[in-house]
């Protein structure tokens, strides 16, 4: 059963709050401004920090389906929108060829029938219908091409598709589209301008101590803090890839597995492999660098109660 949007910016947030999700004021106005405007919302940022999650928790918190279209280098209408069942087709005129029914005019326009369409996941967001519109999430469109992005344009604009053999497909009730990037690549203006636009980028310590708390409520509260000043002091290093908050809580969750209350020197070391993805990263915090910002963080707490 679909639920209203929200009313307001804070309803807005309380929303998404209700669902575990800790945002700004930012995100929360942005985030209400494409429901009530009916635009997509391109969401921005490095990976890990929360973009996905948000259409996942829309499509809960508002009692939504949620269509994944997940992104990928050679992306194309056929995987991202419809094709057409070429082995029924061919059965079908088989069967017409048998019962000697060779009306080639006829039998065109049964093979393109609907029955014989694939639909893919923009065609079902937009064919849903009115009233319980779904939440459609193209994950990732930095890792598509340009060619890709072009197709995009009519379906964001009018929210529709055309498809040559039957027609223009319109939406009854646009969905709500949240499009993420890594920025791995610039996305072209022209699919910009049809979206509301937000970068989405590391919380500060606070806000992530509260997402801590949300979402891995069995941690200590110590043992919370003490991480998140750890993994914001590796978000100002030289890192080849600092830790998304998506790996802060694989990291809280591996420490609570392990019964820690606490980081000690050794556990960080033999843990890293959770918070860090790539090998020279680990090498260069191991040892008396992990050691050295530990206890760093733990002056700041003591002393400073930065978080």
Known sequence: MSKPFPASIDDTIELLKSRDYVAG???????????????????????????????????????RKLIRLQCYEGLDVASAVYEWNYPQQMIEIR?????????????????????????????????SDAGAAPVLLIDELDRTDEAFE???????????????ELGTVKAKEPPIVIITSNRT????????????????????????????????????????????????????????????VAETLDWVSALHELDCVTLDPQTVNDTLGVLLKYQDDISRMEGSEAKRILDQVREEIRLMGTV
């Open 95 to 127: 069967l017409a060829e048998a019962a000697g029914n060779i009306d080639r005019e006829r039998l065109g326009s049964d093979v393109f029938a609907e029955r014989f369409l694939i639909k893919r996941p923009i065609l079902q967001a937009l064919e």
């Open 150 to 164: 072009a197709f995009l344009l009519e379906v964001l604009s009018d929210f529709q598709v055309s498809i040559p």
């Open 185 to 244: 690549r610039e996305v072209h203006d022209a699919l910009k301008r049809r979206c509301l636009y937000h970068w989405v980028g590391y919380p500060d310590a606070r806000r992530e101590v509260t997402i801590i708390r949300a979402k891995r409520p069995k941690a200590s509260a110590q043992l919370a803090k003490e991480v998140v000043g750890f993994v914001q002091a590796l978000r100002k290093g030289d890192l080849y890839k600092a830790p998304g």
């Open 25 to 63: 004021r930012d995100l929360g106005t942005v985030v209400f401004l494409a429901l009530k405007m009916g635009r997509p919302l391109f969401l921005e940022g490095e990976a890990g920090v929360g973009k996905t999650e948000i259409a996942k928790v829309l499509a809960e918190a508002l009692g």
